[in-house]
């Protein structure tokens, strides 16, 4: 392995060990705690698994950015195994979703739209903000990479409630949120492959070096 290689794999980017990028990890960790609490409130008044599922998102988030900042200043060989819990957290998310949505396909009462559209709005607001601040950072190493990744899904789902709640004021039916909560559970399990799979390669990597 190049010494490029080896300088970039066992020590902390600057980037990552800057000032600025800990102060837009402490917001963002922030930012998804008070969301966590927004969505379970208005999953459980609404009705909506898709919000429930996206709280639930909000919290391991929230976790995901306190993890990124207890190892900021570690080896590559412990962000890389922070990367791999947060890439099975996610992964694990996917699976949860779907299950639930299983559930609710068979209770079969659609949720309340308008409440579900409004903190679905207020969701991607929130996501959009965290993933513009994270923007730098998105190409860098496993750990940093899924950080960006999260917010980036979270995006995409916040999107994807906001049409599941017009379909669900327009249709009536439980099935345009159901159709919401099952998109969220592919884009956690592909993100959770692009981060496992990054970690496990730095992890490799690091192995070989030593």
Known sequence: MSHACHDHCHTPSSAALSPRYRRVLWAALLINAVMFLVEVAGGLQSGSVSLLA????FFGDAANYGVSLAVLGMAVVWRARAALVKGLSMAAFGVFVLGKAAWAALQGVPPEPLTMGAIGALALVANVSVAAMLY????GDANMRSV?????????????VMAGALGVFGTGTVWPDLA???????LA??????VIAQARQEL?????TH
């Open 136 to 139: 730098a950072w998105r190409e």
């Open 204 to 208: 490799a990597e690091a192995a070989h």
């Open 189 to 194: 399990l592909t993100g959770a492959r692009e």
């Open 180 to 186: 919401v909560a099952c998109v969220m559970a592919v």
């Open 148 to 160: 960006w990744l999260c917010s980036r899904n979270d995006a995409l789902g916040n999107l994807a």
């Open 54 to 57: 996206d709280a639930v998102d």
